[in-house]
């Protein structure tokens, strides 16, 4: 297997996790929507799901900058090595540094996703086998 071989699998991979963390984030705030209560006009979510909401919104969150940070770098990168040649076929190596920084966002909005779905299950279970 040669190493852009490598490359191309966890690119692919990793942006497969990202549409997966986003579609389940979705599916997440449906949940909680079904277990909104409306009283007189106005809505609310019960106590309980307050923090798997939020949870799911700073995974999208994370989700918006990882792809934002990404753009603007990568863009930025690509005008300041076309000031130095306008050659758009030469061979450059990109620097490895950046990539923790937008590996550490994905990393982060997994998590919140998977402890917004814990804490979303833990509410579900109490509500399903309530202590007497």
Do not use: H
Request: net charge positive; aromatic share 18%; glycine share 4%.
């Amino acid at each position: 297997m040669k190493l852009s071989d490598i490359r191309l699998a966890y690119e692919e991979i990793s942006g497969k996790l990202s549409n997966i963390n986003r579609q389940l984030a979705f599916a997440g705030i449906a949940v909680i929507w079904i277990f909104r209560i409306t009283n007189n006009g106005k809505t609310t979510i019960p106590e309980g799901l307050i923090y798997p909401t939020l949870l799911f919104v700073i995974s999208f969150l994370l989700d918006i900058l990882q792809y934002l940070s990404q753009s603007l770098f990568w863009y930025g990168y690509y005008l300041y090595k076309r000031r130095q040649d306008s050659n758009e076929d030469r061979v450059i190596n990109e620097p490895e540094w950046p990539s923790f920084f937008f590996w550490a966002l994905l990393v982060f909005k997994v998590l919140a996703l998977i402890v917004a779905y814990f804490a979303l299950g833990l509410y579900l279970w109490k509500e399903l086998y309530p202590t007497r």
